[in-house]
């Protein structure tokens, strides 16, 4: 019987192309853990699998400009709309899990910089009680006065894990620009490295054998490598009727090949089967 994909949420943090007066952007890459159970020792984006503490009822209090009859609308299928709000809530939680960035608003409507070493200290404690489980999103949100930008965050696509995989996820992805005055620090846990690179930059690599990508990565910045700025990212996503894209895997020779829906082929991907 096929295991059941569980509800996660991925955020893709763009950022402008600094020290050059070059038109792009570039996107932030994390490196899973080789010892990880699903897709070791690929690059992905941050994210991760909804938490209980992600829909609650109260969490809408929280949220910037998104309801639970709003994230509903836009995520129709989940099961219900404290689940479909739960998706965007999860992307900003897991994003400063793995990576240190709090996609938040402070009182002031601006986002929240870390730019002192006081407070650059205090966050990286939230942080990591946080992945402890020793303390909540909302109540950091509640002690620093903050509020989720869940308005920052565009609906990008939906992946969900194939059937062949004995780990499976039902994945949103959304697009967010990365905000200022916060630097990346990878977790050192689930993720051993990070880089930010411009999607052609990392097909180039990829077509090299240096940069491994699952297929959502892949097609991912295929896609982000046809637009020039964030702006044209972001005013995409407004125009996209996303649907939920479901790979076949098969194997062909000992080989896996991972079908797209329209028939594409992708030899060589992985997740490698154990």
Not at 35 to 60: C, H, M, Q
Not at 153 to 166: A, C
Request: net charge negative.
């Amino acid at each position: 019987m096929a295991a059941k994909p569980k509800d996660a949420a991925t955020v893709i943090l763009l950022r402008r192309k600094y020290d050059t007066d070059e038109e792009g952007f570039e996107v932030l890459m994390v490196l899973r853990n080789p010892k990880s159970a699903f897709v070791p020792n690929a690059y992905v984006f941050p994210g991760g699998v909804l938490e209980k503490d992600d829909y609650t009822r109260d969490i809408e209090d929280f949220c910037a400009d998104m309801d639970h009859n709003r994230a509903r609308l836009l995520l129709e299928d989940l099961s219900s709309p404290e689940i479909a709000l739960g998706a965007w809530v999860a992307g900003i939680r897991e994003t400063f899990e793995e990576v240190g960035v709090l996609l938040a608003y402070q009182r002031n409507g601006s986002l929240v910089k870390f730019d002192s070493p006081d407070i650059i200290d205090r966050f990286r404690t939230h942080r990591r009680l946080l992945f402890e489980g020793k303390r909540t999103l909302k109540g950091i949100l509640l002690e620093e006065g903050l509020t989720l930008a869940t308005n920052h965050l565009n609906y990008f696509s939906h992946w969900i894990t194939p059937v062949f995989l004995p780990l499976r996820y039902d994945v949103r992805f959304f697009i967010a620009e990365a905000p200022e005055k916060q630097e990346v620090f990878h977790d050192g846990v689930e993720l051993t490295k990070h880089a930010w690179i411009t999607p052609r930059d990392a097909l180039d690599r990829f077509h090299e054998g240096k940069c491994n990508m699952v297929l959502p990565t892949l097609m991912t910045m295929e896609e982000l490598a046809h637009h020039r700025t964030i702006e044209d990212v972001i005013r995409a996503t407004r125009e996209k009727n996303v649907e939920g894209i479901l790979t076949k895997m098969v194997e062909d020779n000992g080989e896996i090949v991972e079908y797209m829906p329209d028939g594409r082929a992708y030899k060589g991907l992985p997740p490698s089967i154990e």
